[in-house]
Structure formats: structure tokens, C-alpha cells
């Protein structure tokens, strides 16, 4: 009856046709890593191969008047408008995710020299935590913890002060997939003289984001996650416009200067959201990133997030019905959680390998979660009811 | 006469067969700027392909266990074997050369703490001078400037102390071409009790380095020039094997950690070389850079740097009969110089544009040079003579 289901919710689904712009890979039963890495779309390869064959390859070095030195920020404002709420001009693209926090944490202290306490929570993403240690190392400043569980704006009012100088989170964690009320802590932040740093890795693509509205002062992203750039694509960041003049970033290289081919004595910061820049940018990634962030456009954020809903509930529905022993680590309320589904239980990690053959590709988190990565615009219903066929088959031959 | 000579020169060249290899670009007639842009391999675009789509594509999230992990230090190995002089473990590739050089000298001045002085020049390459420039102001450091001009052992030894912390030099001048002497700089500043990074960026691919035998501490370098790994190409870092035990590096990412995917508490610095690396680096650059590297190897760096002198040698006196009015900003010293020759001449800006819609492309560096970038794989010297001759016609024009 469930599988009857599955196809129901395939055949009503509007998104359903883009899953065919994907590459396919014959040996996948059901890949459901899609926050992990996102699958690529045909548009990206041709995007990719076209780069190298013929910006690189026959234009050259001309190619960076043709548009190169412009696309880190060109297609920031492209991810801004199809995925995060922000108007042009505040994002920009280039570096990791973690050099990109790096630089953004240290922006955001520099403009609150006065005080020394940075807010992160004791959950997040493994990166996050390790760029806030060392700079709380080199700087003199505080890290204030929120515990393990939910962001709440509870839990980040009982840690805000007067010597708050950034509040750092992401917008969905990583493991549970809870959402953080962006615009209530950032109000809250505020309300103090403090600044936030959202984190919108795990949300970027799955998720409406409005950061103009939420009044957010900076925010980074992963590009291979949802937005589907490729391992590895460069990470976008972002720098409400309020703040642009006065910004500062401590990675100080030519491409983030005034100007750059001048390459004359002292640095002098860049216009706008360019100074956030530091060196050249793997320019091949970018463009296969371009076509992946239209995609989204042309699908719409506020569907997307319907059919991650969708596809979310009946993860959990299946779960319920075929892993009864499985806990759920997810908020159960469509409105507390983001595009994965993770479900913990002790022998997860001894059917890994035995999913993987088969092909059933899901994530392990320890010490005993397995991370359902539902990308709404590749993933299918049926794909899903695979998937955790597959597991509860594993599980009982354990 | 000069004519023939090109061609013959091009007859007995034992690398000509390499041209062949890269992809053809039917509107250029001479491509002088491959130190700021190599050209693409064959197997370099075969490899972005097959790496998009296959390992992408099809293995997924399961390519990282195929060897996505490892490949900032296994081609950060091959890098060291083919071009770098290096022994393997020492050597990472990830980020721009921008933050490596920022990683670097941070960690650096880490590694010497009760000093405050850091040597650099000011004819170095912008990117260099300005993160010198920030991480000075930012530690309380003091730059000492190298005139303008050689970077001589002597220009270095003026300005080294016992408050010396760290010496930063290009090996090869991104301007004039000039060679630093490694070897000879790099012992001065030991006998003061200070550490070398050389930026090996204009002469990694070009030129035989010897990073072990010169006792070289830190380097890092550019692929996207000598190494062909395409525009944007991450760039690496060495770290030399008696330092890794107690380098640390400012920005602390899951990737450069002890145990990335145990996702614990507390930022360990991983083994070895791979402490130098934060985020996730752009794993499809990675690919096409490895079998461009790998040419390099075949090529052999020795037959590659005679090539390269020979064809700066041809240039040299094609202008020399061509181009009477110019004045060679590169030193006529064949072992002064790298794989680059730089001419001034007050009328090369006016003529840049026709040069380039002519298919005849060099560089442009102000206030008044014209530099030509032999890369040595890709470059005939017919090739170099139809580009010297363009540029003395449209001269006579201006």
C-alpha cells in the first residue's frame, strides 16, 4: 500500500520532470546523500566541458574579459536571487565554506572591537566549531556554548550580552536537520549590539531563505549540497549591504582589491561585496555551478520546499511503518525541520557497507545515525520507499 | 633567416611532440601568456569529463572513499615528485594561492614567536604584499622592504636580524623574471634563526626546484600557469617534513583535522602535511590538474628548463633585431632568468587590444610591459617569432 503511495506522490508531483535533468547513475537504487553531495544536472556537465573547451581552452586568458573576473559576484547575485532572499550586490563566491567562515568570523569581530564572546552551539557542523576555536584562540575571545539540542532563541537569549560580539549557527543542523529561527535570534542578537553569522549550508537550495527581510548581517554556504555545484565547488558568502562599506577580511589578496591588474603599492579594499574576495577562484567550478543555481531558479524555492516537505513526511511515514526500533532525530513537525531525515539505531553502522553495494545511499553520522538527504529536485518517492525497504531488509539480517 | 631558425629550432626541439597534446585553439596564432594561463591538456579535459561524470555522477558520495580523501596529498605527491624536488608527505593541494601563502605565513610566524619582522619585496607580486600587509598589521609584525629590483642574497642579508621571523620571496619575479637564488637566501636566513616561504608560483613547472636539497621550510605555488591546471586551479603549499609536527595553521576546517569524520569535540590538527588544509577543496579541479602534472613528470623538469631557455633565448633576440626600440626588463643572463621574458616599450599599452584581436597574446603588465609566457610544453618557436613579429608591426603602426 505504502509503494502504491510512493507512485501517487510521483505522479502528482510538479518537480517530478526535473529529475530526468540529472545525470543517471544505473547502479543507484536510491541515493540519499543529496546534502552530502548533490547529483549533478546534465546543464553543469555541458556547463563544465564547454568551460574547458572553449573559455579555457580557446579564449584563454581572454576569457577573463569576457566575464571571469566578474563571476564570483555575477553568480552570487545569481544564488541570492533564486536562493536566499537577498537582493544584488551582497554575495559573492570563491574559497570553502571553511575559509569563507573563517574570514567572515573575523569581519564580524573586527566591527565589534569592543567586545570579546562569540555564541555557537555545541551541535554544529564540525568545521564551524573547529574555525570558531582557533579564532577565539588567536583573538582573546570567548567561546559561549549553547548545549546539545535544539537552537532555540531561548537558548541563544540565555547566552547573549553586552560583551556578545557574534552569534555563529547554522540555519539547519547538520545532523537532526532542525531549523533555527533565523529571523527571532538574529532579532535577538541585535537587540544586544551583537551580529549573526548564519551558516546556510545545510538549507541553501531546500529551503526559503530571505535574508533582506531576516535582517541578517552575514551568512556562508555550501554550493554541493542542494545547490548541486559539484565535491568541492566553492562556497558562497554574504554581507548585508548595511555593512559593506565599513567590512574588513583578513585574507587580503589582489582579487579582493581595488584594482587588481593595477597591482600597485598597498592594499585597498574593493568595491562592495568583491572585497570579501582574496585569490582567483577555481573558475571551472563556477560555471558548472551557474546552470545548478538557474535550475533552482526556474523550479521555484517555495516548491522546492513543498516537495521537501513531502518527501521528508514520508521518510518519516515509512520509517514509523518498516524501522519501528529506529528513533527519530528529526523534529517530527514539518515546520521545525529542513530536507533530511536522520533515524538512529545501534546497528546502522554494520549495514552501511551492505547498503552502499546494493546501492542504497544513504549517510552514516556516529555514533549510530543514518542521514536521509531528500534533494527535492532529484529524488523520487519511490526512490525513497526503496531506500528504507532496503534498510529495514538489512537491519533484519543483522 | 630568422625564420628558418625558427623552424629549425622547432625540428630538433625533443619536447615538440608534447604541443600536440594540448588542445587546439584555431584563432590564436601565438599564445604568449601561458604564465598567466596554460593551456589546456587533452587528458586534462578527459580527466574533468570522466571525473564529472563518472566519479560524480555515478560513484557519488561513495568516490570520496575512492580516493577523493587522499587527493590533496596524493597529487600533492606527485606535484613534489615532478616539479618540486620534494620528498612525498610534504606537499597539499587545496585553495588559492592567496590563502595558502595567508596559512603559511601565519603559521610561520607561529613557528617564531619571539620575533616581529617579516622581509618582503616590493616588487612582489600584489598578492603577496598584501596579505603581508594585513597579517602584519593584524600580529603587530614589521615588513621590511626589498628595494625594488634583484632580489639579491645581499638585498636580504641588509635587512635580516635576530628579529627576523620569517623571509616571504617569489623565486621567480612575476615581472621581470628574475631568479632569486634559493638556495643562498634561504641559508642566510637560517644562519639568523629565521624561515623561508617561497611563492614558487613562476617557476613551478618551468624551472628544476629542489625544495629538500635548497632546505627550503615553506613554500606554495600556482597551478594554473606552468602546470596547466586551469583557470582558478587550487594551488599548494610544502611544508617541510621537520616542521609538521609543530606547524599549525590559523584556519582550522574539518578536512585539515585529526579525524574528520568523527565530527567530535575539539579541533585536533590532522597527520602530517594534510594540517594545511580547511574545507573541502574543488575535487573536479583537482582531477584535470593530475594528469596535466603527471605531463610534466614525462617531459622531465630538466628537458623542460632547457627548452624554456632556449625559447627565451629566441625571443630575447628576436626582439633584440625586432623590436630595437624596446627595453628588455628580464635579465639577459640565461641562468638569471625563468620561463618568462618582460619588454617596455612606452607605445605596448595602445597596441594590446590589436594584438589580441589578431590572436597574437601576450600579457600586459603596467606601466608600460608586454610579458611573453613560454610556457615550454605548449609553445613553438615559430610560434614566438609570429607573435614577436606582430607586436613590431603593429608598432610600426602606432
Redesign the interface.
Known sequence: MTGMQSNTLDAADPLAAFRARF??????VA?L?GN??G??LQV??DA??EG??T?????????WDDG?IELPVTLGDRIAEAALGAAPGQTVV??????LL?KQVRAALALRPDRDELIVA?DD???D???L???AA?RGATLRWIPSGDVSPDAVAALLGTRTAVVVLSHIAYRSGAIADVPAITALAHDVGALVIWDLSHSVGAFPIQLDEWDVDLAVGCS?KYLCG??????FAYVASRHLDEIRQ??????G?AE????????RPGPGIRRML?????????L?LGPAVDTVAEAGIERIREKSIALTEHAIGLADELLPDAILATPRDARRRGGHVTLDHPDFEAIMPKL?ERGV?P?F??PTGIRLGLSPLSTSFAEVESGIRAIAEELSEV
Chains 1, 2 share one sequence.
Open positions: 545525470i543517471e547513475a544505473p547502479d543507484v541515493y546523500d552530502s553531495l547529483r549533478p553543469s556537465i563544465l566541458t574547458a573547451t573559455a579555457w581552452a580557446q579564449r584563454l586568458i581572454r576569457s571571469w570563491g574559497d570553502s565554506t571553511t575559509v573563517y555545541v557542523f564540525p568545521t566549531r573547529y574555525v576555536e582557533g579564532i588567536e554541493y559539484g565535491p568541492g565547488a566553492p562556497a583578513p585574507i587580503q589578496g589582489w582579487l582589491g587588481p591588474f593595477a597591482m600597485g603599492p598597498g592594499y582574496s585569490g582567483t577562484p577555481p573558475i571551472l567550478s563556477l558548472a552502499w545511499i549517510d553520522r556516529r
